[in-house]
């Protein structure tokens, strides 16, 4: 089975440093979709790519955060500088997502996410 | 701005219960409903779709159902297992943004043997 891979699964690092995660969506799929998870705000949506080009990215603090798409088999997210505040699983997800009003959507496939820890 | 809330938050029942659990969404112009499930420690599996146009999927012994126009959808597990327990979240997708899925915080289900 096709799957959406992340990496890296774990991430500890010192408040400050850069942190760079990444995301293998599943060949075929038009959208890629970031989102972090934590206890007390749940499951929020950073950023989403449409073919490759960004297409919403009102969920990131902007100042530090950016997600890029360099290539369809790569997707990026970066932390700049990190913050305690950031530590979170951060998913990818993957999808066939038909943007006409009366096309189907396909189920969104997630990765199985990067923890992050901000000491 | 769509909310999406998932009641009850946990749900502990006995191997082989038939179960529900309930989604309300506060704005009924969606353009899809999922239900996902997520383990511990891994991401979501979608379990089913169902399109705005639809009122219910049927997925092996899951069944989820949706009502736009009260903004409710259920989803109802025949014959609980063990294997069942895990926490399940539903999502609505925006009529006027379909790639953009609002959430709920889930129902965490403790199928006990």
């Known amino acids: 089975d096709a799957r959406v891979t992340q990496t890296p699964r774990h991430k500890v690092t010192e408040m400050g440093q850069e942190v760079t995660m990444r995301c293998q969506p599943i060949?075929?799929?038009?959208?890629v979709f970031w989102y972090r998870q934590t206890m007390m705000q749940g499951l929020e949506l950073l950023a989403y790519?449409?073919?490759?080009?960004?297409?919403?990215d009102s969920g990131m603090p902007k100042d530090r955060f950016s997600a890029e798409m360099p290539d369809a088999t790569l997707a990026t997210l970066k932390i700049q500088p990190s913050e305690p505040r950031d530590s979170a699983v951060y998913f990818c997800?993957?999808?066939?997502?038909?943007?006409?009003?009366?096309?189907?959507?396909?189920?969104?496939?997630f990765g199985d996410g990067t923890r992050l820890s901000i000491l | 701005k769509q909310e999406v809330t998932q009641i009850p938050a946990a749900l502990s029942v006995p191997e082989g219960e038939n179960l529900v659990l309930n989604c309300s969404f506060t704005?009924?112009?969606?353009?899809?409903l999922q239900w996902f499930r997520q383990d511990p420690g891994k991401g979501l599996t979608s379990l089913l779709l169902?399109?705005?146009?639809?009122r219910e999927q049927t997925s092996g012994r899951l069944n989820a159902s949706l009502d736009k126009s009260s903004g409710r959808s259920t989803l109802y597990i025949a014959a609980s297992q063990p294997g069942d327990s895990a926490t399940y979240l539903c999502?609505?997708?925006?009529?006027?943004?379909?790639?953009?899925?609002?959430f709920g915080d889930g129902t965490t289900l403790t199928v006990k043997p």
């Open positions: 997800a993957s999808g066939l997502v038909a943007w006409g009003f009366q096309a189907s959507n396909q189920p969104q496939h």
């Open positions: 169902i399109q705005s146009s639809q």
């Open positions: 790519f449409r073919n490759r080009a960004p297409l919403d």
């Open positions: 999502a609505v997708s925006h009529n006027t943004n379909a790639g953009k899925s609002t």
């Open positions: 060949l075929g799929h038009n959208t």
């Open positions: 704005d009924s112009a969606i353009y899809n």
